[in-house]
């Protein structure tokens, strides 16, 4: 079974800049993440979509990230302008599971990631 | 929001001694799960618990969630340096959404 796919896997900009990165969750798998995960900390939930829906987006600074899902396969996070704050790993997850489902499917996977560094 | 706590933040062990890292929140959970993040790789999946008092062991892993479903660890027996790496526990909402913890980092030594 193939895995979640991201690219690119490293970005490197100037602030002010615009960035997008892409994340092919797992074939079937109805919800998935954004995870923003700054050096040294645990991954932090940027936006949660259920098939084409956006389920949670409560910590996602909205006045210049965007995300995407369309059609409830793939996505796109956008960053529009960069600030040197957002130099981060962007992670991409998905899960079988949606609303209702066993707790068993909220098992996640994640992507290996884009590594972002803002100048 | 859900807030989760996890000590220690650092762990230095000399490879074959043992290490336990823990979970805690102030509320009551639905559910946790636990992940593993090698050096420069993405968080991997261990185990989740979902009752009360559970116990679960993969291997040389062993998981417990408190009886109060406010706490839960995890134990390594006897390490070895494959087991090098950040340890996060996830706590969960009925919908799918986790919470990270600022994860454990382990050391081991040979």
């Known amino acids: 079974e193939a895995g979640v796919a991201q690219s690119p896997r490293y970005k490197i900009i100037e602030k002010r800049q615009s960035v997008a990165f892409w994340c092919n969750p797992i074939s079937g798998h109805a919800t998935l993440y954004w995870y923003q995960q700054i050096l040294g900390q645990g991954p932090k939930l940027l936006i949660q979509f259920q098939n084409n829906g956006v389920v949670d987006d409560s910590q996602l600074p909205k006045d210049r990230f965007s995300a995407e899902r369309l059609k409830g396969v793939d996505s796109t996070l956008k960053i529009q302008p960069a600030k040197l704050e957002d130099s981060a790993v962007y992670l991409c997850?998905?899960?079988?599971?949606?609303?209702?489902?066993?707790?068993?499917?909220?098992?996640?996977?994640f992507g290996p990631g884009t590594r972002l560094t803002v100048l | 929001g859900q807030q989760v706590m996890q000590i220690p933040q650092y762990q230095h062990v000399q490879e074959g001694e043992d290490f336990t890292t823990y979970c805690n929140s102030s509320?009551?959970?639905?559910?946790i799960q636990w992940y593993k993040q090698r050096p420069g790789g993405h968080p991997v999946f261990l185990i989740q618990l979902v009752k009360s008092g559970e116990v679960k062991k993969q291997k040389r892993l062993t998981f417990q969630f408190g009886e109060a479903k406010k706490n839960s660890s995890l134990h390594i027996t006897a390490t070895q340096t494959t087991d090098v790496g950040t340890y996060f526990c996830?706590?969960?909402?009925?919908?799918?959404?986790?919470?990270f913890g600022q994860g454990t980092i382990l050391t081991v030594h040979p």
């Open positions: 997850a998905s899960s079988p599971g949606t609303w209702g489902t066993p707790s068993s499917y909220n098992e996640q996977f």
């Open positions: 996830s706590v969960g909402t009925s919908y799918g959404k986790l919470t």
């Open positions: 509320t009551t959970l639905s559910n």
